[in-house]
């Protein structure tokens, strides 16, 4: 990708601000667009399409302070390239659903892969953002250091908001070290064998980096020092899961991830669910649950909502289609007042997540 000049970027962001006031002026819809990889994810949103891929590129990155600052258009596997030469990663470990994903898209989506319960959400990993407000202006929150939060924490807003908040511009983010040892274990379990044994698990200080049940066995992925990592996987024993099917379920190519309709439930890893309407794979030690089926939306809804949780249609929305569960009238009035307050005339991607708003 040729790299941009200073005065190009500039360019480029002056040009994005001055489209934003616009739309704003006349309240035209803006889609905002990065790689547009996860174009599925939400309700359809009409508008104009505001392509913000061009605004790329590394900011600042201190390998020694585990910290990156990047331009939100920066495709995503050009960041691990450069984390990756530095024996670095990004801790949540994003799916990346296409060579054209970009780091504004992965913060906007908040979906984070295997490791986060064990590393932290997208969230937990931004330390501050620039984005771009309904006037027309940069708003900068946050910083590079975990100690910088005081006051109004608006950086950790915009993870998993979809764009309906504002453009992103620049996000700084913590990195982690690559593990010096990592190696994965399955076994013949059933769900509900393998749950019982993953809650003992889960209460031990062990090296555990995965915990995935792909609905026939389980899969463990340990990651650490060597010593430790070899102690572990001497214990449990089990065959050797090859570590594509991790890279697989991260970037949601294992069997029934690819379903037209296919949902995400989130509820508590001890929540007893064994009678699921469709094939299901459980990820993040039973915390995530991937759905494929056709039942009634409001059965699926009532089903994780009777389990503690709730549940997303996070692929084949109908027309229309509610993708997250409804929230309660307070909280939607909340965040409401959240985007009359980043968005007064309401432009960036209306109705991604909700219906009016």
Known sequence: MPTSTASEIRDFADELADRVRAASAARTP???????TKAFYGRAVGGERLDVSGYAGVVDYEPSELVITTRAGTRIKEIEALLARQNQRLAFEPPVLGSDSTLGGVVAAGLAGPRRPFAGAVRDSVLGVTVLGGKGEALRFGGTVFKNVAGF??????????GCLGVLLEVSLRVAPIPASELSRS????????????????????PLSGVAHDGERLHLRLSGPSAAVAAAAAEFGGEETPAVFWEDLRHRRTGSLGAPRLWRLSVPRTAA????????????G????????????????TF????????TLYRGAGPGEAVFSPLPPGLFALHKRLKAAFDPAGVF???RMYEGL
């Open 187 to 206: 076994f013949d379990l059933s769900w509900p064998a393998a749950q019982a044994w993953i809650t003992t698990l889960m209460r031990r200080p062990l």
């Open 153 to 162: 924490d608006g950086f950790r807003l915009m993870a998993g908001a979809l």
């Open 273 to 284: 669910l064994n009678d699921l309407p469709g094939p299901a794979i459980r990820d993040w």
């Open 349 to 351: 991607n209306p109705g």
């Open 304 to 311: 994780a909502a009777e389990a503690g949780g709730h549940a």
């Open 30 to 36: 803006l889609r905002i667009v990065g790689g547009d």
């Open 286 to 301: 039973g915390a995530e649950i991937w759905l494929d089926s056709d039942a009634p939306a409001e059965r699926i809804r």
